[in-house]
């Protein structure tokens, strides 16, 4: 004959595990590689001295680029994301002429709201850009591709 199991005991087993899965959770978040491909990598620990809870604000923000010479007028406005970890570091990635540039932006050294971008395509398409940030959430710049078109770079809603 089978003993009955406690059922005090069963839930505190259940509870016991679930604060475990509670405590121990990361983030898995989707990053574009240079091939264009999405990878799954886990959420970055931030740097020390920045709590947990700043870093876990990340933003993805809207980028618009708004043609400033004649090449840039071929394509019009393109538009593209990049998410803010406010780490000093972000995720940069536009669709131009076809190709998916990705790569990252960061804050320049000492500078809280200058900073740089750059993304590559598979294909061998660059782009180099300069930003200020006006707040975490908005700011401009200007962008340069490698085939020589210039843009205006719009941060933010």
């Keep these: 004959m089978r003993q009955r199991e406690n059922p005090s005991r069963r839930h505190g087993i259940t509870a016991l595990l679930l604060a475990i899965i509670g405590v121990s959770g990361c983030y898995v978040v989707p990053v574009t590689g240079p091939d264009g491909a999405v ?29 400033a010479n004649e090449q840039a007028t071929q394509t019009g406005v393109i538009n593209g994301t990049v998410t803010n970890v406010m780490t000093g570091k972000g995720r940069f990635v536009v669709n131009y002429l076809g190709e998916v540039l990705s790569g990252e932006a960061t804050r320049v050294s000492n500078e809280e709201k200058r900073g740089v971008a750059s993304a590559y395509s598979p294909g061998g398409m660059y782009m180099s850009c300069e930003y200020q940030m006006n707040t975490p959430y908005q700011g401009a710049g200007t962008c340069s591709f490698a085939n020589g078109a210039k843009y205006q770079m719009h941060i933010g809603n």
């Design 39 to 67: 990878h799954y990598s886990n959420y970055p620990l931030p740097p020390p001295g920045i709590p947990v809870a700043a870093a876990s604000t990340a933003a993805t923000l809207t980028v618009r680029l708004y043609p």
